[in-house]
């Protein structure tokens, strides 16, 4: 009698791979080709990258969402109150205001119009000096906006632009006009928030 191969086969023990210590294994393949689709003003393209790809890209986006990059390694605009009162508490420095600047695009006359402050007061330290705790509050508070904006609109330059142009749902004010105090920066937030959920602003 021929006995099938298998069905003899079929009664031998499999043992199981174990399970991953990650938990749930990665839906993408290695050099799987991914799509994605950008948006942009005037079109939508379509790209295809390979998973490594889209996380190399991701991580781009994420590092240009950070403001001070010298001293933070996660974007100003998703981290918790408790995380941004350890850095107002620690202070601060210039390096960290010229990052700002810098990100911005604003001179020292407009940072000093929206921090309440006098030009001299942000020329004049150096380095890793540092600002006292109610100015550090407030450059916080500043970049914590700006990281989120930039997260929603995934363009600086668009954003930048944005936020120095008069805006209907500001009764006509450009939010830039409204980010010198706490209030003001809530009311522009809650704007960036509409629109992040796709309600035009």
Same mark, same amino acid.
């Given at each position: 009698?021929?006995?099938?191969?298998?069905?003899?086969?079929?009664?031998?023990?499999? &043992? %199981?791979?174990?399970? #991953?210590? @990650?938990? +749930?294994?990665?839906?993408?393949?290695?050099?799987?080709?991914?799509?994605?689709?950008?948006?942009?003003?005037?079109?939508?393209?379509?790209?295809?990258?390979?998973?490594?790809?889209?996380?190399?890209?991701?991580?781009m986006a994420f590092e240009?969402?950070?403001?001070?990059?010298?001293?933070?390694?996660?974007?100003?605009?998703?981290?918790?109150?408790?995380?941004?009162?350890?850095?107002?508490?620690?202070?601060?420095? &210039? %390096?960290?205001?010229? #990052?700002? @600047?810098? +990100?911005?695009?604003?001179?020292?006359?407009?940072?000093?119009?929206?921090?309440?402050?006098?030009?001299?007061?942000?020329?004049?330290?150096?380095?890793?000096?540092?600002?006292?705790?109610?100015?550090?509050?407030?450059?916080?508070?500043?970049?914590?906006?700006?990281?989120?904006?930039?997260?929603?609109?995934?363009?600086?330059?668009?954003?930048?632009?944005?936020?120095?142009?008069?805006?209907?749902a500001l009764g006509g004010?450009?939010?830039?006009?409204?980010?010198?105090?706490?209030?003001?920066?809530?009311?522009?937030?809650?704007?960036?928030?509409?629109?992040?959920?796709?309600?035009?602003?």
């Amino acid at each position: 009698m021929t006995v099938n191969p298998q069905t003899k086969s079929s009664k031998r023990k499999i &043992k %199981k791979a174990p399970p #991953s210590k @990650k938990g +749930k294994a990665s839906q993408y393949k290695p050099g799987e080709r991914l799509r994605f689709k950008i948006a942009h003003p005037s079109a939508t393209t379509e790209l295809a990258i390979t998973s490594a790809e889209a996380i190399a890209l991701a991580n781009m986006a994420f590092e240009s969402w950070i403001i001070f990059g010298g001293s933070s390694d996660k974007p100003e605009g998703q981290m918790t109150p408790m995380e941004k009162m350890v850095m107002v508490d620690r202070g601060v420095t &210039k %390096k960290d205001l010229e #990052s700002l @600047k810098d +990100k911005t695009k604003l001179d020292y006359d407009e940072l000093a119009k929206v921090l309440s402050v006098g030009r001299a007061t942000l020329i004049n330290k150096k380095g890793n000096d540092k600002f006292s705790p109610p100015l550090s509050e407030k450059i916080v508070g500043l970049a914590d906006l700006y990281s989120y904006g930039y997260e929603v609109f995934e363009d600086k330059e668009r954003f930048n632009q944005w936020i120095l142009r008069p805006n209907q749902a500001l009764g006509g004010q450009a939010p830039y006009d409204l980010i010198h105090n706490q209030f003001g920066r809530e009311e522009v937030r809650n704007v960036i928030g509409r629109i992040e959920y796709g309600v035009y602003s």
